[in-house]
């Protein structure tokens, strides 16, 4: 097993859990548990460092959770009426492949922002990514 800083995908977590008498099958459980839980984590601190990054652009009025969860917007960005902009969701994705497999997902001329950002992507970095998309629906910032 490759080192790894996931609890649940640590040998010591495995040895550890074998000691307190669990099962393979009861050890899978909980590491597909954990592995759950660390992936919902990992996407909660993202959307956080969206809101965080986008809230200071000067013609974003405010960031706030998606009103329409069910259709994966995450975020909702609402626009100061002089910036000429419509409100527009946005799609956080923690992962490359979950970023392919959402884009591959939506529908052609949806009016939506999908952003990949890792833990180490900077509020600059998120800031740049937004406004290139942003103009290429718009066509202008």
Known sequence: MRWTERE??????????????KTAEEID???????????????????????????????VMDVAPGKDDKRGNDLWVSFYPDSEHRDISVQVKSSWT?????????????RRIIIKVGPKTSSTKIRRIFKAKLKQLDGFI
């Open 8 to 21: 649940e995908a640590r040998l010591d977590f495995v040895l550890e859990q074998t000691k307190r008498g």
């Open 29 to 59: 459980e909980l590491r597909a548990q954990e592995w759950e839980l660390s992936a919902r984590d990992r996407g909660i601190e993202s959307e956080q460092r969206v809101i965080e990054a986008l809230i200071h652009l000067d013609f």
């Open 98 to 110: 979950a970023f392919y497999g959402f884009r591959s997902r939506e529908e052609k001329g949806e």
